[in-house]
Nanobody, 125 residues
Framework: QVQLQESGPGLVKPSQTLSLTCTVS??????????WSWVRQPPGKGLEWMGA???????YYSPFLKSRTSISRDTSKNQFTLQLSSVTPEDTAVYYC?????????????????WGQGTQVTVSS
């Protein structure tokens, strides 16, 4: 059974950098074929794909967030991370990590088979 668990601070001040980690168990993040994504859902809105790191280490970003987003991984810990800089209250959302196939880099939310439970991040002073 594949499990994903997000972790990080629940409250971030405006202009700071949001940092989250996704810890994966039951599969390796280097397993061929899979892409590991960050997806968020602001209150009252739909899911928004932020970016992904492939099994190969290739990284893909949403064009809408690319200038503020950085995704990396630590294969020794089977973790991948998200950093979002210069946050504003509009970045308040539930943040999810998820496993999918290569189609996820188009922004579709239909090609995931495992999700984390999500973590609430609030941007407020």
């Amino acid at each position: 059974q594949v499990q994903l668990q997000e972790s990080g601070p629940g409250l971030v001040k405006p202009s700071q950098t949001l940092s989250l980690t996704c810890t994966v168990s039951g599969d390796s993040i280097t397993t061929d074929t899979y892409y590991w994504s960050w997806v968020r859902q602001p209150p009252g809105k739909g899911l928004e794909w932020m970016g992904a790191i492939a099994y190969s280490g290739s990284i893909y970003y949403s064009p809408f967030l690319k200038s503020r987003t950085s995704i990396s991984r630590d294969t020794s810990k089977n973790q991948f991370t998200l950093q979002l800089s210069s946050v504003t209250p509009e970045d308040t959302a539930v943040y999810y990590c998820a496993r999918g196939d290569g189609a996820v880099v188009s922004g579709t939310n239909d090609h995931y088979d495992y999700w984390g439970q999500g973590t609430q991040v609030t941007v407020s002073s």
